[in-house]
């Protein structure tokens, strides 16, 4: 009886959004007088930092400074359309809207400032800190606050945009067959140590470590924590949770957070995690999106490292202690592979 | 049923109220005083979202009866903070991204601060030990271990 130490390693490429074209999201952009700007949104920020990364495409784009933009994310009844926080779609469609909404408002915005300081709208810049300026010449300028000002009380223009991103309809071809399910695809690998005790069928997480391809990381800090976060989740769909126990007989499933396993902060172990950047030549700035890529290696990489470990194939999730040992036992022992 | 005077300290308040015999402390919290940063996250001990001090120790305030903090302080994480200054607790959770969706964050500040009241300086493990009772679902946990040991003593925690 002994504890042995195995390494897998999964290998994924990831679609971003839902397939085969359509998969809307829309977004609205409109400037109050004070000069602030809120982007109206149905998509809802269930923590993964959906408004910080909307409202930094937004400031981009318009040309304004970051404090200066809010996102309302209130209500989806009255909010503009979108399909939803899923499928890690958000920074893809919903940023992708929100650039398009914030280049129309921009360019109402810019024609306004035009009015302002009687020049060509084609000659003026943003220098990102709330003014509007000619280019070449800093001093002929004007602030946002002004522009919005003029625009509502004197010029009777709404500086607002409207936008929305809906994937191009994939056609199929005749003769293949083939077609292609989506446009955007991000990557990862991740390779995951372990430790199974053969006499308890337990699996203990030693390591991960990973590398993540997901684009341009337009807020690194969030894409680095909801790495980390999701990568907690993978383990815990690999080795611990199941709302169907007995799938399918839907008796004795958990019912409360008091029967449904899940690791705790004692269960977690060091994750190393290397983000690469590929631009998305059809994401917001580049981007494409961690999303629920975050979880999806680990599961084959500690199946993987199981077997690695122990010579046993494991096939059903969660990859329980009772699992485990049931493989070992029918195999008549543990069967340690190669060290890889 | 026989309403219960009750009076106790709350985050350095003296309240008085009326409770019905068996409402448990974060009932009276919530809804008789609308102190809403302790979470209902499941009503039995499970989760931790509930969490407060009483008396400077660590309680799920969904299990506790709301009679039985008669005359003593209870602490909710309302208040953590002194007046505008946050907590370094509150600005190591922040710079550390100890938070996604937010709920389990009141319950994972107050057992961090049960720990630091009493261990200025504690181990990894110790803060693991800690904050095992509280579940999050988000973070991994990893940021928010790292964010307690962050402000333990500002920064200096033993390996």
Redo the contacts between chains.
Sequence with gaps: MAKHRGRGIASINYPIGMNLGGDPSQALVHSNPSGKFTVSLSSIDLGQGMKSVTRQICAETLGVPVEDVYVDTADSDTGPHCMGSFASRGTHRVGNAVMAAAKEARGVMMEAAAEELEVNAADLETDGRGNIHVKGAPHRSISTKDVAIAAQFKQGKTISGRGIFLVPLSEVNPETGEMSPATCYAHACLVAEVEVDDETGEVAMVRMDSAYELGRALNPRLVEQQLVGGAWMGISHALFETPEPYYPDPAHGPRDFVEYLMPGPGDICPHDIAVLERPAADGPFGAKGPGEMCANPVLPAVANAIFNAVGVRMDELPITPEKVLRAIKAQGGARPQARR | MTKTALQFRHNGRDVALFVDGGVNLLVALRELIGDMTPKF??G????GACSVLIDGELHLSCLTLAETVNGRAVETLDGLKNGPNLHPLQRAFMEQ?A????YCTPGMLMAAKALLDRNPSPSRAE???A??GN?C?????????NAVLAAASGGRARA
């Design positions: 996250g499941c039995q001990g499970g989760c991204f938070a996604q969706c937010g803060v693991i030990e904050i095992s579940i679902r988000c973070t991994g946990y990893e940021p928010i271990i």
